[in-house]
């Protein structure tokens, strides 16, 4: 949102442009005069409520999604490699934010979230026993988490309300920090919302 200050007859917006109390078409940016004919504050008014659009959508941050990490604590090097979206993973990366969850711990639902189905995680089966997750969307974000037992797979959840139960990564990745893998649907990078 744009913040805006009274000064002396103007208004001073945080994007370095006054604008004259007495003529609102005319404003002034870093120093030089400009006049808006209808197009242009057509597109000005445009412009403002789009910005201030996305940076609503931008507010969305995750509330605690484990027990026993309230602050949401990131994954961080291990041995088994970093946690952080974009770490290199061999000759691939690592496409979502990992949160430290023990094995066990309860997970819940970051925001009201609606539960959108089961997620299968790998095709290896040594790796079944942290081969589940769950789609969620909420907030205008669609994401998945990972390792996760989901009580249900449809519904709706309240935020802080249990989702499901953190599975035993130890058992697949011994020495690994355990953590609930949050995985974007269209594979941006979800640190933002952390």
């Not at 659009?53 to 309230?70: D, K, M, P, R």
């Amino acid at each position: 949102m744009w913040k805006v200050f009274h000064c002396k007859g103007y208004l001073w917006d945080t994007h370095c442009a006054f604008h004259s109390q007495q003529d609102p078409v005319r404003f002034f940016f870093l120093g030089k005069s400009i006049t808006l004919g209808f197009n242009m504050k057509t597109i000005l008014l445009f412009t403002v409520v789009l910005i201030a659009f996305l940076s609503e959508c931008e507010a969305v941050t995750f509330g605690q999604l484990c027990s026993g990490n309230s602050n949401n604590q990131r994954r961080s090097n291990d041995k088994w490699g970093a946690g952080n979206y974009g770490a290199k993973r061999g000759d691939r990366v690592h496409q979502g934010l990992d949160i430290v969850c023990k094995d066990g711990a309860t997970v819940y639902a970051p925001f009201d979230v609606k539960l959108n189905g089961k997620v299968i995680v790998y095709t290896d089966p040594k790796k079944a026993a942290i081969n589940n997750g769950i789609n969620l969307s909420g907030e205008g974000l669609c994401f998945k988490l990972f390792y996760v037992k989901p009580d249900k797979t449809s519904g709706e959840v309240k935020k802080g309300q249990k989702i499901g139960t953190m599975l035993p990564m130890q058992s697949v990745y011994p020495g690994i920090t355990s953590h609930v893998h949050v995985q974007m649907c269209d594979k941006s990078d979800p640190t933002k919302y952390f």
